[in-house]
C-alpha cells in the first residue's frame, strides 16, 4: 500500500463539492420518523420540560403539527397516547376510542400519506406504571399481557395504523400480534419490533412526556440488561421468526455496535431510536453555549445511520429535516 508522499488523504477534502462526491454516509429526510405525544383535551400544548420542543399535544393541536411534518418531508410518525384515565388492565390502550386511535384517524383524514406507527405497550396506560399486566405476587404476567398487547394492536389497526411497533419486550409478543393481525384481516400491517431495547438511563424524560414511569420497581426482569450484545442477537433472530419485518434497537448511541451487529447479521431493515435522553443532553448542552446543537445532532444521526440503521426515530427530526434541506 503506498504511502505519504504518494498518498495524500487531504486531496479528497479540498472543497465542499469534493467532499460531498465522495461522502461515504448520507443522511436523508426519509430516514427520519418523528415521535409525538398525543393527549386528551383541547388546545393543549404542554411542552414537556427536560425536552425542550417537544409537547404533549391534544388533537385540534395535532393537525398543525401533523403539516409541518408534511412540509418537511419527514415520511412518517410514532404515537404514544396519554390515556384519559389509568387502571391495572391498561384499558384505554385497545379501546376503539382511545386516544391513540383517535389520533391515528386524524392524521389519516387529514395527511394520508404519512406513515403512521403506533407504539404497542401497557406502562403509560397502566396505573403501576409496568408495561404488562401484573400477577398476584405484583410481578408482570408475561403470558396474560400477550392477549391486551394483541388486542391493542388490532384496535390500532383498524383505526387505520400503517405500522404496529410492540414494544414491551415480553416473550412472544410478536408472535401474539401477528397472529392476531393475521385473524383480524391485517394480515399487510407490517410490524416494527422492538427487538433489542435496554433497561436503560436514558428514558428519564421520556417518562415524563408519557408519564409512564413505575410505581415501583424497575423494568430490568423484561428489558434487556445493557452489558449483553449475544442475547440482542436472540431477540432479534426471535423477532424475526416470530414474524417481526423491522427490528429495532434502543436506546441508539450507546449501542451502535449492537446496531452495526444486527447490521451485518440480519436482512431485514433496522430501525435505532435516538431516545429522549441523548435528545435531553444535546438540547441543554446547546442551551449552554457548550455545543452546537445544528452540528451535534447531525453528526450523532449520521453516526446512526453509518453503524448500519436504516430508519432513525427521533426528537431532532424535524430541525434535521430543516438544516439537511439547507445543506442540500
Known sequence: MSSFPTTRMRRLRASPALRRMVVETRLSVDDLIYPLFVTHGRNVQAEIPPMPGICQLSLDRLLP????????????????????????QGSEAYEPNGIVQEAI???KQAAPEVIVVTDVCLCEYTDHGHCGILSDGGSVDNDATLEVLANAAVSQAEAGADVI????MMDGQVHAIRSALDAGGFGGAPIMAYSAKYSSGFYG????AAESAPRFGDRASYQMDPPNAREAMREIAQDIEEGADVVMVKPALAYLDVIARAKRRFSVPVAAYNVSGEY??????????????RRVTLEALTAIKRAGADLIISYHAKEAAQWLDARS
Open 65 to 88: 403539527e401533523i403539516g409541518s411534518v408534511v412540509d418537511l418531508g419527514i415520511p412518517a410518525v410514532l404515537l404514544f397516547g396519554i390515556p384519559s384515565s389509568k387502571d391495572p
Open 205 to 208: 424524560p421520556f417518562r415524563v
Open 105 to 107: 384517524r386524524v392524521i
Open 165 to 168: 411497533a410492540p414494544s414491551a
Open 280 to 293: 435531553a443532553m444535546v438540547k441543554a448542552a446547546a442551551q449552554n453555549g457548550w455545543l452546537d446543537a
